[in-house]
């Protein structure tokens, strides 16, 4: 009788574990959240903008940030950072657009303008991009990062009038989904400035 009752109790506890283990696994593969843009193979190439309308620096209006790193700005070229990026004249620091995201764990000071300066500053720079009057899509990737994909809409009208304040409106003249590695963002909201900020 009381083996009959020891063995019944390990059966019981042997349950409990594996079904514990169970639970341990399903939690560890958690489905992923579905991504804000999702990956498009035949998206590729390099269209760029007619002018210079899309110049500048594009400031997130809230906190995007993937663990220790929060993206700082989105950049367009003027014509001439097309053409030398086009025509093969590349940094691996630099493209005609870009997102540029810093480490707020690295050492910092403020510039002349009184902003916020990181030292470790991560760029991606694209495989793919297409800009014109109304949208940029980009995508590309680095390593501590994973690939980053962006597909946003430009409000043209908003832009200009941001640019005849020199960018003091504060407006936001870019919203759109953002991708970062596994990370989602349904809707990432800029503001213009033009000059280089950092």
């Not at 999702?38 to 620096?57: E, H, I, L, N, S």
């Not at 009057?133 to 980053?148: A, I, N, Y």
Request: net charge positive; aromatic share 8%; hydrophobic share 40%.
């Amino acid at each position: 009788m009381r083996s009959a009752l020891l063995t019944a109790a390990c059966v019981v506890w042997l349950a409990g574990c594996s079904q514990s283990s169970g639970e341990a696994e399903t939690e560890a593969k958690a489905p992923v959240a579905p991504p804000a843009v999702a990956a498009d193979p035949t998206f590729t190439g390099m269209t760029r903008p007619k002018g210079d309308a899309q110049f500048g620096y594009y400031l997130p209006t809230t906190e995007v940030k993937v663990g220790n790193y929060r993206l700082d700005n989105l950049h367009i070229a003027g014509q001439q950072g097309f053409n030398d990026w086009e025509s093969g004249q590349r940094t691996k620091t630099y493209a005609p657009v870009m997102l540029e995201f810093v480490d707020v764990t690295s050492p910092a000071r403020k510039n002349a303008l009184g902003n916020v300066v990181y030292s470790v500053k991560l760029k991606v720079l694209p495989t793919a991009y297409l800009v014109t009057d109304e949208r940029v899509r980009m995508v590309g990737s680095h390593p501590k990062l994973g690939e980053v994909r962006i597909d946003a809409n430009i409000d043209a009208a908003a832009l200009r009038k941001s640019k005849a304040t020199k960018g003091k409106d504060g407006a936001v003249v870019v919203t759109g989904p953002l991708q970062v590695g596994d990370t989602p963002f349904s809707s990432v909201s800029f503001k213009w400035l033009g000059g280089d900020w950092g």
